[in-house]
């Protein structure tokens, strides 16, 4: 039987994207170790693959999500927020497959409302990349660029995170063979190619040098004119400088860049009187680039440098600090030296330095110190404390890393004033109120006493008439 036809407009919609939903992206690949572990299946994922669609309030109480039939009101009205997630528009039973969206759709409400942006990785692999002491955000114009040319790809190696060849410090020994066999074998005339222009290329610049000595100007070299001994000569050069001969494949395969303590090894095997010049280290080679944009669409903010205004006490020198749950306090026995926290969905990351937040400062017994080493098991939900983020970096398997640090005690108490949790502008008045003095100490009715400046009416009992003395 044939299907119905549809007109030339309803074919255009159908397949437009303002009324088809997107294909969900595949799932990364997970941690080869963790095979054997068990992992719930209804458990949230890490990373959201699927569109969250939403509707009104009124459309929810009948059903109506905006797909060809209307959704149980037994599984939607269940949630506090109107979110799903379609798996399947229409599925062999001849039903919508969906499920509740909440937990991403919440997640990322809760990042954002924190107005944190997201930084570039920090380049040194001494230091984790979380901490970063200048943040840099992943939306420079020199780094956040994607249409390059040949010449800007070199240019920019170390600052791009878009790169056509894999990372191969992160790939196995099965997935390199794979490459070399698919990518590579087949491109030898073509990097032959390549090692003839760059050796005209080489050869042109020594030429302007010779130029600017005040020699007769040389012939330009062009890669046709290199010879096949030339070249081999120039092969058997750069198998004695494994840096350059790295960095001309990498060029050639579009690779990305490696850490600075791999090139720093190979310096003793540079040849005696050839200059090269060392540039900064990329910030995705220690880690790898990254899956997909640096900031992985959770924050469009470039930076924090602005000033929040309270309603009572102007502009604010610090941020908002946020509220955080102590996930797993720290315990010297079992050595765990650092507390896990967790903030807006996340588990934040603690500075190394002599802070609160380590074992070393537990002689300050203060509440926050408490709840960082102590089990609270008499606070429900378990134990809270207002933090301060810093910087946020999404590393190359897609986890977001938060920086958290000692929030400031004046922006702490200010917050907690602000949700009910304390009292700093009542207690300050109350302080400042001056006590109430009584007009006449030596025995005056109560009635008579009252503050200084307050005006009260005469009558004849305040001056001590009418009245009738015992005798």
């Not at 459309?59 to 109107?82: A, C, H, Q, V």
């Not at 990349?129 to 070199?154: C, G, M, N, W």
């Not at 990518?183 to 390549?194: L, N, P, Q, T």
């Not at 280290?281 to 790898?288: L, Q, R």
Request: proline fraction near 8%; aromatic fraction near 8%.
């Amino acid at each position: 039987m044939a299907g119905r036809s549809v007109s030339p407009g309803a074919a255009l919609l159908r397949s437009s994207r303002m009324f088809s939903m997107p294909a969900p992206i595949p799932a990364p690949p997970g941690d080869y170790s963790s095979a054997t572990k068990h992992y719930s299946p209804t458990a949230t994922i890490n990373h959201p693959t699927h569109l969250t669609v939403t509707t009104t309030s009124s459309s929810r109480i009948n059903g109506d999500w905006g797909f060809k039939r209307p959704f149980p009101l037994k599984t939607t009205t269940n949630s506090t927020y109107p979110l799903v997630r379609v798996r399947q528009v229409d599925s062999t039973e001849h039903v919508t497959d969906f499920q509740s969206a909440s937990d991403h759709t919440i997640t990322l409400r809760k990042f954002q409302e924190m107005n944190l942006p997201i930084s570039v990785p920090n380049a040194r692999i001494n230091e984790p990349y979380p901490h970063i002491s200048h943040p840099r955000s992943v939306f420079e114009e020199d780094s956040d660029v994607t249409a390059l040319d040949e010449q800007q790809k070199a240019e920019l190696a170390n600052k791009r995170w878009k790169f056509t060849g894999p990372w191969l410090a992160g790939m196995t020994d099965g997935d390199f063979n794979k490459f070399l066999e698919k990518k590579v074998r087949g491109r030898r005339s073509e990097f032959r190619a390549f090692l003839k222009e760059t050796l005209a290329a080489e050869m042109t610049n020594q030429a302007q040098k010779a130029v600017e000595a005040g020699e007769e100007e040389p012939p330009k070299v062009s890669a046709s004119d290199i010879t096949d001994s030339q070249l081999t000569d120039y092969l058997r050069e750069l198998r004695q400088e494994r840096m350059t001969l790295y960095n001309l494949v990498s060029r050639f395969l579009d690779l990305a860049p490696v850490d600075l303590a791999t090139e720093y090894r190979l310096l003793n095997k540079l040849i005696a009187g050839k200059p090269m010049v060392l540039s900064r280290g990329s910030p995705y080679g220690a880690h790898g680039p990254p899956i997909t944009h640096p900031s992985a669409g959770i924050s469009y903010l470039r930076t924090r440098n602005f000033q929040e205004n309270h309603p009572l006490y102007g502009p604010q020198k610090h941020h908002t600090p946020v509220e955080a749950r102590v996930l797993k306090p720290t315990n010297i026995s079992t050595g765990s030296y650092k507390p896990s926290i967790g903030i807006a969905g996340f588990v934040g990351s603690t500075p190394a330095d002599d802070t609160t937040f380590n074992s070393t400062k537990m002689r300050n017994q203060s509440n926050l110190s408490k709840a960082l080493h102590e089990i609270e098991l008499n606070k429900y939900g378990g134990s809270k404390v207002y933090v301060q983020p810093t910087t946020a970096v999404v590393d190359s398997s897609g986890s977001v890393c938060i920086t958290l640090e000692e929030p400031d005690g004046q922006a702490a108490a200010v917050q907690k004033e602000l949700v009910g949790e304390a009292s700093v502008f009542e207690d300050e008045i109350k302080a400042k109120e001056q006590p109430e003095v009584p007009r006449n100490p030596r025995g005056a009715p109560p009635s008579f006493s009252a503050r200084p400046g307050t005006r009260i009416t005469g009558s004849a009992s305040s001056y001590g008439l009418g009245r009738t003395l015992d005798r």
